[in-house]
């Protein structure tokens, strides 16, 4: 079975603290996909990134980094110097199971993330 | 622009009116699929459809019902509402292609139901 593990349900902390956000997947396939989503408290799902399962090479997108670890099958997330602005629940899925031509998402129970002036 | 409309996005209704919530999207996307999204639960799918009236179950299909009659439109139907179906729910749609292409899925806005 698929299953994706975010073990932090709220984190706060202080603007231009760095922050990482756990996630922790299981998946019997040895080809799979991870994502990132942001849900602002707007309320809408923002594609962070995807991830396949042979690219285990770390990401950088500006303040944000993540950081891919077969070998303990996590793939966390960092915000560097937080701002407000990054105050939103933080989704981790994976993406395994072929569903017809694409692949059912699997979400964890997300991370709010609270960045405090 | 690229986008997966749903309507309405916001809707206080009673137990056993029949809704209907319709999902739209602009990319000719094949895959397309609904979630509910629940406090301590995170994001679940309900229903799926890879293709024009090809859908299928995910894992919390009770109490919905889905068409694709065309290829932009999946919309999720709630023939009988209850209370436990109180949530916020988001349609979604994606590219199709190999085994494990897996493209990224585009959401909606979301759609948060009350139900009374």
């Known amino acids: 079975a698929q299953k994706v593990t975010q073990a932090q349900t709220e984190i706060s902390v202080v603007e231009k603290e760095d922050v990482t956000l756990d996630c922790v997947y299981e998946?019997?396939?040895?080809?799979?996909?991870l994502f990132w989503y942001k849900q602002p408290p707007s309320g809408e799902l923002v594609f962070l990134i995807r991830?396949?399962?042979?690219?285990?090479q770390n990401e950088i997108s500006g303040r944000y980094s993540w950081n891919f670890q077969k070998s303990t099958s996590s793939f966390n997330f960092t915000i560097t110097a937080s701002q407000v602005v990054d105050s939103a629940v933080y989704f981790c899925?994976?993406?395994?199971?072929?569903?017809?031509?694409?692949?059912?998402?699997?979400f964890g129970k997300g991370t709010k993330l609270t960045v405090n002036p | 622009e690229a986008q997966v409309t749903q309507n309405p996005r916001y809707l206080i209704t009673v137990t056993g009116k029949k809704l209907t919530v319709t999902c739209s999207q602009n990319m000719n996307h094949e895959y397309m699929s609904w979630y509910r999204q629940d406090p301590g639960l995170g994001l679940r799918q309900i229903y799926y459809s890879m293709n024009v009236e090809v859908t299928d179950k995910g894992d919390v299909p009770e109490g919905y019902k889905v068409s694709r009659k065309e290829k932009r439109n999946f919309p999720l139907i709630l023939e009988s509402p209850s209370p436990n179906q109180t949530s916020l729910y988001f349609c979604?749609?994606?590219?199709?292609?190999?085994?494990?292409?897996?493209?990224?899925?585009?959401f909606g806005d979301g759609t948060r139901l009350s139900i009374l």
């Open positions: 998946t019997r396939d040895t080809t799979y996909y």
């Open positions: 991830r396949n399962s042979f690219d285990e």
């Open positions: 979604a749609s994606s590219q199709t292609g190999t085994r494990h292409s897996n493209q990224p899925q585009h």
């Open positions: 899925a994976l993406s395994s199971g072929f569903q017809g031509g694409s692949e059912k998402l699997v």
